[in-house]
């Protein structure tokens, strides 16, 4: 191993940046819901206003954008309202996000999603 590769390595693990394969498979587990719920609230945001997928996550990342929020925490709102679920703090979001959103923030209102049979 040459020198500047081992003293990159040693200095890193000195420092505390060195992730442990648990640290680095939560991170990816972590990573992956993420980016699940980013589908899901594109595929909501897309059926509840009647556009693409496209031009839905195009609604969300302006949304985001305009609100200074990330777009995983528009997501969230998104996926938590529509499934009833929204706590405190993403009440609050939600409140917050609404006048970003097309029609008022439709979209934002608890429980959007019709009462199963």
């Known amino acids: 191993m040459g020198g500047e590769a081992r003293v990159a390595i040693e200095s890193s693990a000195a ?3 060195a992730a442990a394969p648990d ?3 939560a991170e990816c587990r972590r990573v992956m ?3 699940q719920q980013l589908g899901v609230a594109t595929g909501l945001t897309a059926a509840l206003t009647h ?3 496209d031009e839905a996550w195009a609604l969300l990342l302006r949304v985001s954008r305009n609100a ?7 997501a969230r709102v998104v996926v ?6 929204l706590d405190a703090p993403d009440q609050l979001l939600a409140d917050r996000l ?4 097309p029609h008022g923030g439709r979209l934002l209102q608890v429980g959007t999603r019709p009462p199963r049979s």
Not at 68 to 74: P, T
Not at 80 to 85: K, L, N
């Open 98 to 101: 609404r006048r970003h959103f």
């Open 33 to 35: 819901a993420s980016r």
């Open 51 to 53: 556009s693409t997928a």
């Open 15 to 17: 420092d505390g940046r």
């Open 23 to 25: 640290d680095h498979l």
């Open 80 to 85: 938590r309202a529509y499934t009833g679920e």
């Open 68 to 74: 200074n929020v990330k777009v995983r925490d528009v």
